[in-house]
T-cell receptor, first 116, second 113 residues
Framework: DSGVTQTPKHLITATGQRVTLRCSPR?????VYWYQQSLDQGLQFLIQ???????AKGNILERFSAQQFPDLHSELNLSSLELGDSALYFC???????????????FGQGTRLTVV | AQSVAQPEDQVNVAEGNPLTVKCTYS??????LFWYVQYPNRGLQFLLK??????LVKGSYGFEAEFNKSQTSFHLKKPSALVSDSALYFC???????????FGTGTRLTVIP
């Protein structure tokens, strides 16, 4: 158990809908990362938050947004969903100060999103 | 720019034989290198990391990795493969001051009984 909790584990929704994925980081970790894993794209970095502030942005679509709350949990919002958004969405957390590179990230079990 | 390459999509090895999963990287500055393993329907699990010091890094489940600066490589190794090692392996890199972990595309390891 990595200590990172993601809910829900599975989500099935229709095209055009909006969903929210939730992540609770390991106790004490200030950084939260979101990744998308699909069969043909590998593991794609979406966005990172550190202590409530956005720190890095990857290949995140404008239809997607995220935030990190004062209690450090994070939510990834996906809207106007398309079939191609079906994927595994992972949250990871790491400790230490934002910007340090030597701390490993710990991953949650992921949310499998299926858009039908 | 940072990038990681895992040149082999698939590696097959017989149980009991040594295994190697390859990774090369490209960064400006000193790299921090990581290996993760993913079992079916599970999240990524951290195996080991290289930050500085000894080029041979030992990690979980008997895995080790060798950092080679001149070849910009960080290959994952294990002296004797187990069937239970069959999984998807990811190499990742980050540099000091960078927030993001860049992942390779993954290598599927199959250990044949």
């Amino acid at each position: 158990d990595s200590g990172v909790t993601q809910t829900p584990k599975h989500l099935i929704t229709a095209t055009g809908q909006r969903v929210t994925l939730r992540c609770s980081p390991r106790s004490g970790d200030l950084s939260v990362y979101w990744y998308q894993q699909s069969l043909d794209q590998g593991l794609q970095f979406l966005i990172q938050y550190y202590n409530g502030e956005e720190r890095a942005k990857g290949n995140i679509l404008e239809r997607f947004s995220a935030q990190q709350f004062p209690d450090l949990h994070s939510e990834l919002n996906l809207s106007s969903l398309e079939l191609g958004d079906s994927a595994l969405y992972f949250c990871a957390s790491s400790g230490g100060q934002g910007g340090r590179g030597d701390t490993e990230a710990f991953f949650g079990q992921g949310t499998r999103l299926t858009v039908v | 720019a940072q990038s990681v390459a895992q040149p082999e999509d698939q590696v097959n090895v017989a149980e009991g034989n040594p295994l190697t999963v390859k990774c090369t990287y490209s960064v400006s500055g000193n790299p921090y290198l990581f290996w993760y393993v993913q079992y079916p329907n599970r999240g990524l699990q951290f195996l080991l990391k290289y930050i500085t010091g000894d080029n041979l890094v030992k990690g979980s489940y008997g895995f080790e990795a060798e950092f080679n600066k001149s070849q910009t490589s960080f290959h994952l190794k294990k002296p004797s493969a187990l069937v239970s090692d069959s999984a998807l392996y990811f190499c990742a890199v980050r540099t000091w001051g960078a927030n993001n972990l860049f992942f390779g595309t993954g290598t599927r390891l199959t250990v044949i009984p």
